[in-house]
């Protein structure tokens, strides 16, 4: 937890790396991992503290976070489903195997 009149925000702010598309992907990871409604993208007090940390801050639709999750799923289900081939192919020739072996 950070304390009040701490420096750490600080010099977090001046080393700052923020890029619209890595806020976009992070707003929308965040969204989708806590199931928080797309519609709290809009909320005009979390818009205030995202422009309290930068003032540059370009905060997405609810429509665009909800099209940026479903983007997200189908690269991860994607991936996901190209990793458990990989691994039904190691289990099935380890299986057989098995079986050959005396």
Do not use: C
Request: glycine fraction near 2%; avoid cysteine.
């Amino acid at each position: 937890m950070i304390r009040a009149g701490s420096s750490s925000i600080a010099a977090f702010a001046q080393g700052s790396t923020y890029t619209p598309q890595k806020f976009r992907m992070k707003l929308a990871i965040w969204v989708a991992r806590h199931h928080r409604p797309f519609a709290i993208v809009e909320d005009d007090e979390l818009i205030d503290i995202f422009m309290d940390l930068n003032n540059r801050v370009e905060v997405p639709s609810r429509f665009t976070v909800s099209r940026d999750v479903k983007e997200i799923f189908e690269m991860s289900r994607v991936k996901v489903a190209a990793i458990l081939k990989v691994r039904a192919l190691i289990f099935y020739m380890y299986f057989d195997l098995a079986l050959i072996s005396p």
